[in-house]
């Protein structure tokens, strides 16, 4: 059984930077895509960044140039350092990962988000 685990959440204040971690663990095969969503209360889920297995990244417009994608290949986990933190940046956030369990199957997984607050 496939397993994604957020961590790093919690209460900033605007301006500050947290680090988020996700890890997959299981019986995986492969790791592929990844990425970082985030639901703001009523609001939809967006894609925050994503990044695939070679290391290409992709930015939404809003947090280009203050949060980096990252993963660890060998440990199978994805990070998000996110800096210059603000109120708007406020959500739960979700990994999210295409994960390869053998040579012919691949599924989607989620992990259950963890929470960013960013207020003074």
């Known amino acids: 059984q496939v397993q994604l685990v957020e961590s790093g959440g919690g209460l900033v204040q605007p301006g500050g930077s947290l680090r988020l971690s996700c890890a997959a663990s299981?019986?995986?095969?492969?790791?592929?895509?990844m990425g970082w969503y985030r639901q703001a209360p009523g609001k939809q889920r967006d894609l925050v960044a994503t990044i695939t297995s070679d290391g290409s990244t992709r930015y939404a417009d809003s947090v280009k140039g203050r949060f980096t994608i990252s993963r660890d290949n060998a440990k199978n986990t994805m990070y998000l350092q996110m800096n210059t933190l603000k109120p708007e940046d406020t959500a739960v956030y979700y990994c999210?990962?295409?994960?390869?369990?053998?040579?012919?199957?691949?599924?989607?997984?989620w992990g259950r988000g963890t929470q960013v607050t960013v207020s003074s």
């Open positions: 299981g019986s995986i095969y492969s790791v592929n895509d």
């Open positions: 999210n990962a295409m994960i390869q369990l053998s040579s012919l199957r691949t599924n989607n997984y």
